[in-house]
């Protein structure tokens, strides 16, 4: 925590120098004006007809299918095979997220992609604003989408109507589950295989979802990038790189597993373009407003060389701060007076940011009330480097009393739930590395469990903090027997 402060300052001081770039927010700090426009601009962005078979047109100018086109044509060379890592994964998409973007300010130019933390909803994904106002599930037996704002809408990839069979009582990874794996990722390899077999595809697997009808949904193809929520799902997945880049810029800043000059087709960039979001060209200047995934501490320079780490299959982690962390935190704040303008530099960097309102000073700070919720996991379970030959058997920590609630039990405010497995169907499709998938989503069971029985810890996934950030109120608490 020591130096967290000035670090961050100093960095948002060097944001400026490709200012003015974007900070894209949550969907829910929009104004219900802001998220009009958008859902304006993307029926428009839909409606446009171009040639979706030349991809060598400039992408600003490309209509909504012709994005979901390239996505499934390019498929292979972007995502993991198998055992076999797409490096490109990250930086591919970033591209990708940058020209969607351009293509809806062509159509209005106040529009900045939003992205949706869905750590915020893992408990209850299908009770979220999000989903609800990104046009909630499909209907009937194949699923086809009949709400608005994507009622009528066609898949550019499938034919037929656009998808969506999203089964009640599935869940996601909650923020210290992600955390927990971006901290045991020593390198870009590792956050790849990490972020894209687990998280990202858990998103996929659960909003897709298969169909009565024996069909599945849009996102649970390769087909995903015609729905509209495919957007803001991977814009959190490329805040999630982010993060990691921000937390040991020196280490993970440049961080890549391939060859950094090779073109990404069809666009004419290199990862080299991309892998530095503050560059002062402002091609990919941009930034993201903290969200609830921020509520869990990102450990700097995670699986540095020197950084302790602990193993997950014989240890829990440590899951409390140092205790000088807060102390230093609350000295660290001290550090705006000794800075000139230094609220004025971050309220344009962070729309919302008030001299009273510290939590949006950086993208990956948690910033405790007091003392007394100070608490937090620094969740780690040992540097990633291969996936293991036998994926160990999950067992509740014989020190813990909590176990997770099962998953269709939203009786349980307090306590999390396991994330969603991976369909065997979803992995056979979109051909993802079984172990790997599992060996993720075992990490995270360790995670929730070590969440689970913190004396004290209420997390912000948890389902008693949920329509605090979901306005609709569209989930119902109910009481135990």
Known sequence: MKGFLLTSILT???????????????????????????????????????????????????SFA?????????????????SVQAPPFFAWHRIFLHYYEKAL????????????????????????????????????????????????????????CLKRCSGAGQTLYPAGAVVSLMNG???????????????????????????????????????????????????????????????????????????????????????????????????FCYGYSSSGINSVQLNKCAGAPGTPTQSGDSAAPSATAPADSVDQYFAELRLLDLIPNSADILKALFPGFSNSNINTISHFM?????????????LSYGNFTSVPDVIPTYQLNPGYKIKAPCQNDTTDLYNLRHPTPLDKDYIK????????????????????????????????????????????????PKQSN
């Not at 009770?127 to 209907?139: C, H, K, P, T």
């Not at 982010?242 to 990404?264: E, G, L, R, T």
């Not at 948690?366 to 620094?378: E, I, L, N, T, V």
């Open 185 to 283: 990722s020593p390198n870009y390899a590792a956050l790849n295989r990490q972020i894209q077999d687990g998280p990202h595809g858990a998103v996929h697997n659960v909003i897709g979802g298969r169909c009565a009808d024996g069909g599945v949904g849009d996102m649970y193809t390769m087909s995903s990038a015609g729905d509209p929520i495919f957007y803001m799902h991977h814009a959190m997945v490329d805040k999630i790189w982010m993060m990691w880049q921000d937390a040991c810029p020196s280490k993970f800043a440049n961080d890549y597993s391939a060859a950094v000059n090779s073109v990404m087709a069809p666009f004419t960039q290199t990862a080299q373009d991309v892998l530095n979001f503050k560059a002062s060209d402002g091609n």
């Open 66 to 82: 012709h994005f979901a086109i390239v996505h499934a044509r390019y498929q292979q060379a972007n995502h993991n095979q198998g």
């Open 12 to 62: 948002a001081v060097s944001v400026l120098a490709c200012s003015p770039g974007p900070v894209r927010q949550e969907w829910r700090q929009l104004s219900s004006g802001q998220q009009q426009a958008y859902l304006n601009a993307i029926n428009q962005l839909n409606q446009r007809q171009d040639d979706t078979s030349n991809d060598s047109t400039d992408p600003a100018t490309w």
């Open 429 to 476: 499709m979109m051909n993802v590395d079984e172990k790997s998938a599992r060996h993720v989503e075992y990490l995270a069971k360790l995670a929730v469990d070590d969440m689970n029985n913190m004396e004290g810890y209420v997390p912000y996934s948890a389902l008693i903090n949920f329509n605090a950030h979901n306005k609709l109120g569209l989930f119902k």
């Open 366 to 378: 948690h910033s405790p009330a007091s003392k007394a919720k100070a608490k937090r996991d620094y």
């Open 105 to 160: 300010q062509s159509i209005d130019s106040s529009v900045v992609l939003p992205y949706w933390d869905w750590t915020q909803d893992s408990q209850n994904p299908l009770s979220s604003d999000v989903y609800a106002q990104l046009g909630g599930n499909g209907q009937g037996a194949s699923g086809c989408m009949e709400t608005n704002p994507l009622n009528g809408w066609s898949s550019a990839v499938n034919g037929g």
